[in-house]
């Protein structure tokens, strides 16, 4: 009577061991449990600090954006599905949970398997989306990173409908008592999963070095564009430790303890993809917070003249500040969103925030303009004889004066209306 009412572990022990099932041994649960808090905590931080910058510096919406919120809200559910897992029994011995646990814990890991490719899917987009658009002057390169995203979605689509329809009926993935289940080798699906995310990685570290290398900028900046850019290639590694744990797991014996490396790793993966999608806004933010740490220390009768400048330049025609004036142009145009060159440029480079400024004088010309600093004592971003040559047909800056791939009509400062035309 006592024997048979004892729960049955969900697989025999070792030779020699006695299953605890009340006090489990801890294989890696404490340690599961906290990276994947951790996890979760740096990629909310993270978020935070992204959607702080959208909504009082950039507010201007990108495709990355909406991609980078999907990609979020499926890491925090992909962590989500793996505390389950915890609950019923990841990170114990596999012969120190129930039969009973051991069903529920793989009905989750059915549920993480399905969220695990969107979350996957939409943070390597973003990245992608991000080194598109900021080398969008590269047209080719650009064009072929669109075409790779439509590429890793058609590759993808088959791999989670895979993933989905994994168990014929699928109730048998997790429900070993239904004997005449018919299952794909869900290893291979992994398998061809992290194959085609090594890839991706793999463009994600090249693509930002080769196009940054190429151009006629200082060294230093190559290093932190680059870097910038391409730190979402770290995750390759990852990835390739991914597989080699996969196949050194294939015909492990404690399946629930050596998931605890797959749980993390993974989860790191995802976590590192979106700390690196943030590093472009957040290097905008310190450089906020470094121009206002500076006027802060700034002499009182320094702020009081550049003040004064600032209004003056305001109500002149000739000049017009970044902050705020829209001036309709010949053509009807408006500049509302001038910041954005500043908060491009901040964003990429870490320098100052400008304020763009144009000359009247000088020809009448909107094509003589500069982006000079704010205390007006540096040289602004864009040299002030740009020619028509220097414009693609399609009317980006060729990526030796201007790399951040914005058109000519979104580059200079409102144009100036003459109120006789």
Known sequence: MTDSAEPLGAAPPPPGVVPDFDNPADAGFLADRAGLLTFASLATVFFILRCYVKIFISPRMMAEDWTFMIAWASLIAFISTVLMMTHYGDGHHIWEITK???????????????????????????????????????????????????????????IQVMKTAICTPIRGFWDLSVHNARCLDHRHLFVADRSLSIITDILIL??????????????????????????????????????????????????????VVLDLTITAELTIGLMCACLPPINLLLQRLRSAKADCNMPHPEKRALWKLGRLERSHKGVSSTWGDSVITRRGTTYD?????????????????????????????????????????????????????????????VPDRIWDGLTIDRVGPPRIVSEHQ
Not at 371 to 392: A, F, H, K, P, Y
Request: charged share 20%; hydrophobic share 45%; with cysteine.
């Open 100 to 158: 009973e646990e051991f069903t529920t814990l793989r009905k989750w890991l059915y549920i993480r398997s399905l969220i695990f490719g969107p979350a996957s899917y939409f943070t390597k987009v973003t990245l992608l989306l991000i080194i598109a658009r900021v080398f969008s002057v590269r047209e080719q390169i650009s064009r072929a990173i669109y075409i790779y995203i439509w590429v890793l979605l058609i590759c993808f689509l088959p």
């Open 206 to 259: 090249v693509i930002p070095i080769v196009v940054t290398w190429s151009m006629n900028v200082p060294i230093r900046k190559k290093i932190k564009i680059a870097v910038l850019l391409g730190a979402g290639g770290i995750a390759t590694a990852i990835n390739c430790f991914q597989l080699w744990k996969v196949v050194l797991y294939a015909r492990s014996d404690d399946a629930t303890s050596d998931m």
């Open 337 to 397: 969103d001038m910041s954005d060159v500043d908060v491009e440029m901040a964003m990429l480079t870490g320098r100052p925030l400008t304020v763009a400024s144009a000359d009247a004088s000088k020809h009448g010309s909107n094509m003589n303009r500069s982006l000079n600093s704010l205390d007006r004592r540096t040289e602004g971003w864009l040299s002030s004889d740009i020619q028509r040559e220097e414009l693609t047909p399609s009317g980006i800056l």
